[in-house]
């Protein structure tokens, strides 16, 4: 007569069965809840698997099933045929069970199966303890769901619920097995889920049947999250370094701080380290990255480069802030970059440390910046600036405000004019605004006193040390909107007219003797010439009296507020001719001058197109150019199209640029997608710049391949190039760490989409 112990129940499997298989999202509010299937005390359906934890005094009970069963009353309990044994998140399958009920110890015999939170552990034979999960298990095969990480092993210890041990043992998050892209095989492995790590020891990692390289001890992250051990190395193939390997190791040092250190090797320049440390605080946050080449074979120099940046909440409103950079040459960011890229031609590199002040009106900045500079022309140095801003808005309808700063500038160039300077610019403005239109007067005053401490051998003839000027200005802006429905295409659309007027008056004053310091003219724009001063910085007002007439359409989809079309025009019109100027700067004349045009449509959701053309009337010339086109059907598939034309200026470097840019993203197959982009000067007929690239996405893998073309301009006044080729392999479930090729793509082709990583999986799924 088989009799059970109060606490061991027999339960029928068809209970079991009736169970949803999957369980992906959780569901909420009334969708959550079980309902009945028939009376009061009849069966509930929950619409999903969730979890119930027991209170801290509750045992979870045991439910067992099987062909047939004997036991002893409180004691043991032996199942045979199709056995299984389910306690907690726990259930033991087998051929045959046997289990102790005071020690709580279950053995398992053939074709045994031990689920644990969605983990599953299969062989031959089991000894565990039950309500801890512990126990051990001989060549086992295991999955585990929640990372998708499966392997074999010729043992493997259970330490409890969350820990594992497995020996002569494989890991690959590939669902294939028997034969996987790839895997780690290593004489044992140390699996942690609650502390997300993995740990194998003297180990190989194999892509294919391929070794990739050996270690004597690798941790990775079970779910993608960052823990410390090797990251998959780099190899990259660059006409100027030649093979160059990299081999990252992460330090996880704590949930706020971490440390990456990347050994380097490349053929033609030695070996070379990179420490890049990372932190964040509740008041602070930062990043050190130090790279060191000692005695490069091609520059027979030993090379470095520096960056710091520090951010500190002082609390009340104050903040201190550090940025530093510097390398050993102008050309360290393009011969030594980070991950074989180029990070862009560099001359200077900014070196600043400042406190800030933030609170109601007030804006304050001390600071003292330098420059490492690698050009005949460095920036001024400001040593030190503060500089304090004051602004109130619709005060009795006025908005009003200044700002004041104090520099001293110098600058490491023998016979410069040096000195301090000291601005003070207030003004007012009073809007007056109604639904349609708009009228703003507003009057401002910028004074500047200069102290030189040093004249240049450049400076105009009978230049002071100390003097000072006045520029008052007055502007008029106002602007209108008007609206209209129409029917265009079969579409119901708004139509928007908006007229802008803006005037300046500016009188001449004599500004010769001021040196440029910060100043620079202005980008020629649509923003910009609906400003009040053709210069940026404050050794320059430019006298005026000129008139700006703006008018822009939208055309706007009825039922959605989406813009379908814009076109705009706006024209610059000076009653005199201006006085003030600077050197690289071309002043307009009296009569009509620049004018901008441009258009832009939105076809659909697919479809972008820009066009805008700034012409400068006064000198009858083109002063910037664009047009563009961009397709993205959807995402992974995008196509860029651009002309850029620009005018020689002095922020240009006294240089015309006229380039054809395309870049794109395309698909070639369901795993495979293609990424291009060439930027060709027509002005001098070559390439500056290309890229072209190919990424495969499988399951468990992906890889990237680039070939880059690029131009260097920082060492030398003659443009050099050069080539990289780079690969990139990222292996899901160990690293998808990206070494900057994806990033590269990302800057190269607007609209990119990385691959996607596949969707998590629940405990639940595949629930037995």
């Known amino acids: 007569m088989l009799r059970l112990p109060l606490d061991l129940l027999l339960a029928a499997p068809a209970c079991i069965a009736c169970l949803p298989g999957l369980a992906y999202a959780q569901l909420a509010a009334q969708a959550a809840l079980p309902y009945r299937l028939d009376g009061a005390w009849g069966l509930q359906l929950a619409p999903e698997l969730a979890d119930h934890p027991l209170a801290p005094s509750e045992k979870a009970s045991t439910f067992t099933d099987s062909s047939s069963a004997t036991g002893t009353s409180n004691t043991d309990l032996a199942l045979k045929g199709n056995a299984q044994l389910r306690s907690g998140t726990s259930v033991v399958k087998a051929d045959a069970l046997h289990y102790d009920v005071d020690t709580d110890m279950a053995d398992a015999y053939g074709h045994v199966q031990l689920t644990q939170d969605g983990n599953i552990f299969s062989g031959p034979d089991a000894h565990l303890r039950v309500s801890e999960t512990a126990g051990t298990m001989s060549t ?15 043992r493997i210890d259970l330490i409890d619920a969350e820990r594992e041990t497995a020996y002569d043992a494989t890991y690959t998050t590939c669902d294939c097995v028997e034969s996987p892209a790839w895997h780690l095989r290593a004489s044992r492995l140390d699996l942690d889920q609650g502390e997300n790590e993995g740990v194998a020891y003297n180990g190989v990692l194999f892509f294919g049947s391929a070794p990739l390289f050996a270690f004597p001890w690798l941790t990775f992250p079970l779910n993608g999250e960052r823990a410390t051990g090797l990251l998959p190395p780099t190899l990259s193939l660059s006409s100027t370094s030649g093979y160059d390997f990299q081999l990252p190791v992460y330090f996880n040092l704590a949930p706020n701080y971490d440390l990456t250190l990347t050994p380097r090797v490349m053929t033609k320049r030695g070996a070379m380290l990179t420490a890049d440390y990372r932190y964040l605080t509740a008041n602070s946050s930062g990043a050190l990255s ?80 330098d420059w490492q500079s690698f050009t005949t022309s460095p920036p001024y140095n400001r040593e030190p600036e503060i500089d304090a801003k004051y602004t109130r808005y619709n005060v009795a309808g006025f908005d009003f405000g200044a700002e004041v700063n104090a520099t001293r500038f110098s600058i490491p160039v023998g016979h410069s004019t040096q000195g301090e300077r000291f601005t003070f610019d207030p003004y007012a403005s009073y809007a007056i605004v109604h639904p349609g239109w708009y009228v703003m007067p507003k009057v401002q ?84 010439i609906f400003t009040s001063n053709r210069f940026v910085g404050g050794d320059r007002v430019s006298d005026m009296n000129r008139v700006t007439a703006g008018i822009t359409t939208r055309f706007l989809d009825a039922a959605t507020g ?207």
């Open 140 to 154: 086992p095969a295991y999955h585990f769901t929640l990372t998708n990480g499966s392997g074999r092993a010729s």
């Open 290 to 369: 130090i790279a060191y080449l000692p005695h490069d074979s091609i520059t027979k120099t030993n090379r470095y480069s520096i960056s710091f940046e520090h951010r500190q909440t002082l609390g009340d409103g104050l903040a201190a802030y550090v940025n530093y950079n510097r390398v050993s040459d102008a050309a360290v960011p393009t011969d030594l970059g980070q991950n074989a890229f180029v990070l862009g031609s560099q001359t200077v590199f900014q070196q600043e440390a400042g406190v800030t002040y933030n609170h109601g009106p007030w804006s304050v900045l001390a600071r003292v910046q």
């Open 445 to 528: 005053w910028h004074f500047a006193s200069y102290d030189l401490s040093s004249i240049g051998s450049n400076a105009p003839a009978g230049q002071p040390k100390t003097f000072s000027f006045n520029v008052p200005t007055l502007s008029f802006d106002s602007g209108a909107t008007f609206e209209r429905n129409i029917r265009l295409f079969g579409v119901d659309m708004i139509q928007t007219l908006e007229p802008r007027l803006y005037y300046v008056y500016t009188p001449y004053r004599n500004q010769t003797f001021a040196p440029i310091f910060d100043t620079a003219p202005l980008d020629f724009g649509l923003a910009e």
């Open 562 to 768: 989406a813009e379908r079309a814009r076109f705009v025009l706006a024209q610059e019109y000076y009653f005199r001719s201006t006085q003030v100027t600077m050197s690289g700067d071309i002043p307009p004349s009296t009569g009509p001058s620049n004018v901008i045009a441009g258009a832009s449509f939105n076809i659909g959701q697919n479809i972008s197109v820009q066009q805008a053309v700034a012409y400068d009337q006064s000198n009858n010339a083109f002063a910037q150019a664009t047009s563009g086109l961009s397709w993205k059907p959807e995402d992974g598939k995008v196509f860029n199209a651009a002309y850029l034309y620009a005018k020689a200026n002095a922020t240009l470097g006294d240089a015309a640029v006229n380039q054809i840019l395309l870049s794109s993203q395309w698909p070639l197959s369901r795993r495979m997608s293609a990424v291009g982009m060439i930027d060709y000067d027509m002005g001098v007929h070559r390439t500056v710049a290309g890229l072209l690239g190919m990424q495969y996405q499988a399951d468990c893998w992906a890889v990237s391949l680039a070939f880059e073309k690029y131009t260097n301009t920082s060492s030398t006044n003659t443009p050099t190039s050069g080539t990289r080729l780079l690969m990139q392999l990222q292996l899901n479930g160990v690293s998808r760490i990206d070494n900057g090729l994806l990033q590269q793509f990302r800057a190269s082709v607007a609209g990119y989409s990385a691959p996607g990583v596949p969707a998590s999986a629940s405990r639940f799924t595949d629930y037995p």
